[in-house]
Structure formats: structure tokens, C-alpha cells
């Protein structure tokens, strides 16, 4: 019988969250991770992703002729619990705690409770005497949350977007079936949307107020209002699209950030002001058609707005994920 | 719901059949922050437990 110990559950999961572990900051957290590792007698592999991010993969070694298992949990948390919005948010914060039946604490949904999950049932096995033919691995990796770097936002903490999970497969982190445990309220889910990032430029000409009268058109914030709306006319054609939906779901296209403009100096109109696009693309679309697909959508934006010199960037393209097998989410 | 991104986006490619399944009971809570109901919690790690005899086989 094959029992978990809630208390050693919920111990295991407050100490992950009471290590911070920001996105481009997890080494601590893995390090908390060999330490569980070698708890259970795992073969712990440390895998230095770059300066302070590692992976932790620790391997529960079968008796042979059974499949590999992968768990595989992301350490780093959507936040930092330092926003200025979540400051005062105790649930937010890399301080666990416990109340009515519930555990507070900043990454223990998304997703250290997950681990915690990983580690108890590994030990609850042993505890009961299981001995498993196939091996399993506990991957606890780096930089996982949606987020990439861009323009001015360089460095680790912006690395994130499986950065720590690409580095795992091509380092021995691999099995036979992975079971992921992010947050699906307890439904199974054999695949999920991609995204790609499209950054849209609408350029303009750089002028003082003193001699802007008159030249409304030539400003490139404006001009991006009305490249805004024509990008808000295709938005449903996207997402009406029956090639982009995946299980009944459509793909969602969000308008994400707009740039443009020097509040220090509102006295100058931008040379160019951007859009910035979070399009989702079904799993069973590959990549390098949806970048040629809305990469399309721009070149009718630049031909329907000649005097903008319109131009797309795609920087992101993260693929969705898709079991080859199964039918049912 | 399939939505957001997880890493099986990176294990797929790689050939590694990947299924996500997690707790987690609804939107966070506004004034206390990220949370998890402890029952739903151990009940995850059982079926995790459960999950890893299945695959792996007894010895």
C-alpha cells in the first residue's frame, strides 16, 4: 500500500517555496532540489545552465526492463514577489504558509507544489517497498514562464520560455513519457497552444512640438493607432480560422505592449513606435507557417499604409506541446 | 483549458510524450495570493505515485 504523508508533503513544499527562485535566479532552489535528491538516494546529475540557473535532475534507478518516467517541474515563478502590486500579497511572497486546509506561498501553484508532488510520491514508493523496473527522473529546471528578452530587457531573468528544459533533452534529460504537473485543476492535458511574439513597427519622423503643426500624419504613435486597428480587423480572422483551433479552443491573439515615444521629452514625436503581439498557434501548426502567416498580415499592413514603412519582428516561436497519442483533453 | 505554454512545448519536439496534469482550484486569491487546497495536494502525489508503477512496471 502505497501511502503519502501529507505532513512530509507539505514540509517539502514549503521549504521549495521559502527559497526564492525568480526566473534567472533558480540556482538555490536546485541546489534545495539535490538535497531532496540525495534524501531519497538518487543519482543526482547538477546541470549549470548558465551563472545562477541550474537544472536538478535526480534519477530513481529501476531494476530494468520497464519504461523511463519523466516529472519534470519548472522552479522559477511567474513574479518575484518585489511588484510594487504584490508586495503586500503574503501568498505572493517566498514565505510558505498554512491555513484552512490550504498552502499560501509565492510559485506553490506554478508550480513547487508540483515538485513537492514529484519527491513525496517518489519517497512514498520507496517507504512501501515499491521496487520499479523502469527508471525515474525528477527534472527540476530553470526558466521555464513565458517571457523572452527584448529591446531593453537583456539578461538571464528574461531567459525564460524552456530555456531550462531545452538545455535538460539535449544534456541525458529524456524518458520514455514525461508527466508535467503545471496547474490544470486536476484535468489531464495531452496538449497545449504555442505562442509567437510579433513585434510590429510603424515608422514616423522625429519633430519638435514648435513645428509639428500640421503634420499629425507624420507621427508615428498616431500612425500606429490606425496599424492598431487594422490589426484588431484581422485579430478575428486569426482566431475565427478553423486551422487554428486545437480541441475545440481557438487561438487567441492579445495585443501585449506598445511602445513608442520618450516620456522624459514629450516635446519629440518617435521615429517609430511598436506593437507587440502574443499570438497563439495550435500544436498542430508548424512554427515557420504561422511566421509566414503573419508575417503576411504585415505586408498587407505595409501595403495598405504605404507612407508607414510598416516592418515585422517575430522573436518568439515556442511551439505548443502534443502527445502523439491520445485523443481526449 | 490548453492556452498557456509549458514545457512540454520543449519534450514533444524532442520525442518525449508528454502529459500535463496539476492541481490547482480555480483563479488565486485576490487578497492572500498564490494557493493550493492540501488534500487536493496529497491526492496529486498519490496519483503521481500511481502513475510511475503504471509506466515503470513492478519489479
Known amino acids: 500500500m502505497v501511502s503519502v504523508d501529507r505532513d512530509r508533503l507539505v514540509d517539502t513544499a514549503s521549504r521549495l517555496v521559502n527559497v526564492p527562485s525568480f526566473t534567472g535566479d533558480e540556482e538555490n532552489a536546485a541546489r534545495l ?75 506553490i501553484s506554478n508550480m513547487k507544489g508540483a515538485v513537492a508532488c514529484y519527491v513525496e510520491a517518489v519517497r512514498a514508493l520507496q517507504d512501501a517497498g515499491v521496487r520499479l523496473r523502469g527508471d525515474v527522473l525528477i527534472a527540476a529546471v530553470c526558466g521555464e514562464i513565458e517571457k523572452t528578452q527584448q529591446g531593453k530587457a537583456q539578461g538571464a531573468e528574461y531567459r525564460g520560455y524552456a530555456a531550462g528544459t531545452r538545455d535538460l533533452v539535449t544534456h541525458g534529460g529524456v524518458a520514455e513519457m514525461c508527466l508535467l504537473g503545471e496547474p490544470t485543476e486536476g484535468k489531464v492535458v495531452l496538449g497545449h497552444f504555442g505562442a509567437l511574439w510579433l513585434r510590429i513597427r510603424v515608422h514616423g519622423d522625429f519633430i519638435h512640438t514648435a513645428f509639428s503643426e500640421g503634420r499629425r500624419d507624420r507621427n508615428s504613435i498616431l500612425r500606429a493607432g490606425e496599424v492598431l486597428d487594422a490589426v484588431l480587423e484581422w485579430i478575428p480572422t486569426w482566431e475565427g480560422d478553423p486551422a487554428n483551433s486545437y480541441r475545440g479552443a481557438k487561438a487567441i491573439v492579445n495585443v501585449g505592449a506598445i511602445e513608442g515615444g520618450f516620456g522624459w521629452r514629450a516635446s519629440r514625436t518617435p521615429h517609430h513606435t511598436d506593437l507587440f503581439l502574443d499570438v497563439r498557434v495550435p500544436p498542430t501548426k508548424e512554427m515557420a507557417v504561422a511566421r509566414r502567416e503573419v508575417l503576411d498580415m504585415v505586408r498587407g499592413l505595409a501595403e495598405r499604409f504605404p507612407d508607414f514603412a510598416v516592418e515585422g519582428e517575430v522573436f518568439v516561436t515556442a511551439p505548443g506541446g502534443r502527445s502523439r497519442r491520445g485523443t481526449s483533453s | 483549458m490548453t492556452r498557456w505554454f509549458s514545457d512540454a512545448s520543449a519534450l514533444t519536439r524532442y520525442g518525449v510524450p508528454t502529459v500535463n496534469y496539476g492541481t490547482s482550484t480555480g483563479l488565486m486569491d485576490v487578497e492572500l495570493g498564490e494557493n493550493l487546497e492540501i488534500d487536493a495536494l496529497v491526492k496529486t502525489a498519490e496519483v503521481y505515485a500511481r502513475v510511475a508503477m503504471e509506466v515503470c512496471g513492478r519489479a
Not at chain 1, 49 to 71: D, H, P
Open chain 1, 33 to 107: 532540489m539535490v538535497e531532496l535528491f540525495e534524501g531519497l538516494n538518487l543519482q543526482v546529475q547538477w546541470q549549470q545552465v548558465e551563472e545562477g540557473r541550474a537544472n536538478a535532475l535526480g534519477t530513481w534507478a529501476g531494476a530494468g526492463g520497464g519504461k523511463s518516467l519523466m516529472f519534470n517541474g519548472h522552479l522559477d515563478t511567474s513574479y518575484s514577489g518585489r511588484e510594487p502590486w504584490l508586495r503586500n500579497v503574503p501568498g505572493f511572497q517566498p514565505q510558505a504558509f498554512e491555513r484552512d486546509g490550504r498552502l499560501y506561498g509565492l510559485g
